[in-house]
Structures are given as structure tokens and as C-alpha cells.
């Protein structure tokens, strides 16, 4: 089974600062994808990042990068020069190639406050 | 990024009526759709996941004759929540993926059901 676990219900960060949200996985699956989403309040989930498992690199995209350390099992994600408009809802997911026959195992979410 | 449309946006309707939700990919092809709900300050909770031309598989829990799913084609699935009650007020949301685990998948912007 695939588990997902954001440990962080709330954070709060100074504006222009950077913010590290936690995320650790667990699977079976010898191959999956890891992936960040931003869940503003008008609900829409947006994607953020993603990480292959066999990936050397950490993903990079803008502000936003990939802490992963795969034999820890996590993925961080790590946002730079905090914005108001990163306050938000954030999920780490997770699919794999075995389990779940190809469907996304969610994290319960942290919740971003970006104070001015 | 893909882009997934969701129509309606919002929807208020009186307790025993239906309600029809589309999900549109609207520059790619979807092989995958998934239609998730949501409640207020938690992750998204999995409905159903549908295949084009093929029956939905429905999570456990979820009742097939009231949430009715059609993936007609590529770009296009249907949730109707059928005779519906104010427990089914929520917020729903659909996905869609290309190809792979490898693959994002993409959100569209939900429907929240209000239910009188």
C-alpha cells in the first residue's frame, strides 16, 4: 500500500522568507512519481512539482524545488522568497507503477499563512 | 501545463433532483479520469476512477447508482449525482492524466454542489 504523510498541519512564514514543507512516503512500488500541489481557497488544485523516484537530480521549478532523499523516504518541498499569494493548502501525492492501478495517494495537507 | 475544464463551477439545486458535473481535458487526451471529493479543511477523498469507454471502478464506500459516471471520450467524463440529498453537499473535483505514472495529473477548478 502506498501511504503519505505531511506531519505539518499548519505553517506560518515571514514574507520573502523561505518555508521547507514536509512530506514522507512510503511504497512498494519499485518506480513511482511524487508530486506538490497548491490548493488556493477558490479550490483549484495546481500543480506545483514533480519527482521521479529514478530522477539524480532534485526538481526545480521557479521558487519551488524538490528536497527528495529517496532513502529516507521523503520529499520536501522547499518554497523560496515567500509571496501573500503562497498562502494556501499544499499536497504532496504520490502514484506509483503497481499500486493503485495508476491512481494518486494524497497527503492530509499543510496549510501555508505567508504573514506581510 | 494541461488544462482541465469543470462545468458548472457552482451549482444550488432542491433535495431529489440531479445534477450532471462534465470534466473537459482540453489540450490533451485524458486515458485516465478521476473524480474526487472534497470537505472543508481535508485531503481529497477518491471516488471513482474512469477509463474511456470502459465502466468506472468505484472506491469502496461509494455508491455507483448515485454517483453515476460516463467517460464518453478522450477529453470528456461525467459525474451525476442522482435524486440528491444535502449530505451530498460538496466539493467535487476531477482529474486527468495522459499516460504513465510518470504523468501529471491535472486538476480541474471543482464544482461545489450545494444541496437545499
Known amino acids: 500500500a502506498q501511504k503519505i504523510t505531511q506531519t505539518q498541519p499548519g505553517m506560518f512564514v515571514q514574507e520573502k522568507e523561505a518555508v521547507t514543507l514536509d512530506c514522507t512516503y512510503d511504497?512498494?512500488?519499485?518506480?513511482?512519481?511524487l508530486f506538490w500541489y497548491k490548493q488556493p481557497s477558490s479550490g483549484e488544485m495546481i500543480f506545483l512539482i514533480y519527482?521521479?523516484?529514478?530522477?539524480?537530480q532534485n526538481a526545480t521549478e521557479g521558487r519551488y524545488s524538490l528536497n527528495f532523499q529517496k532513502a529516507r523516504k521523503s520529499a520536501n518541498l522547499v518554497i523560496s522568497a515567500s509571496q501573500l499569494g503562497d498562502s494556501a493548502m499544499y499536497f504532496c501525492?504520490?502514484?506509483?507503477?503497481?499500486?493503485?492501478?495508476?491512481?494518486?495517494?494524497f497527503g492530509d495537507g499543510t496549510t501555508l499563512t505567508v504573514k506581510p | 501545463g494541461a488544462v482541465v475544464s469543470q462545468h458548472p463551477s457552482w451549482v444550488i439545486c432542491k433535495s431529489g433532483t440531479s445534477v450532471k458535473i462534465e470534466c473537459r481535458s482540453l489540450?490533451?487526451?485524458?486515458?485516465?479520469m478521476f473524480w474526487y471529493r472534497q470537505f472543508p479543511k481535508q485531503s481529497l477523498m477518491l471516488m471513482a476512477t474512469?477509463?474511456?469507454?470502459?465502466?468506472?471502478?468505484?472506491e469502496q464506500g461509494v455508491e455507483k447508482d448515485k454517483f453515476l459516471i460516463n467517460h464518453a471520450s478522450l477529453t470528456l467524463s461525467t459525474l451525476t449525482v442522482t435524486s440528491a440529498h444535502p449530505e451530498d453537499s460538496s466539493f467535487y473535483i476531477c482529474?486527468?492524466?495522459?499516460?504513465?505514472?510518470?504523468?501529471?495529473?491535472?486538476f480541474g477548478p471543482g464544482t461545489r454542489l450545494t444541496v437545499l
Open positions: 482529474s486527468a492524466v495522459q499516460g504513465s505514472y510518470t504523468d501529471t495529473q491535472y
Open positions: 511504497t512498494s512500488d519499485p518506480s513511482y512519481g
Open positions: 519527482q521521479g523516484s529514478y530522477d539524480q
Open positions: 501525492a504520490m502514484r506509483g507503477t503497481n499500486t493503485n492501478a495508476g491512481k494518486s495517494t
Open positions: 489540450d490533451f487526451q485524458a486515458t485516465t
Open positions: 474512469s477509463n474511456e469507454g470502459s465502466k468506472a471502478t468505484y
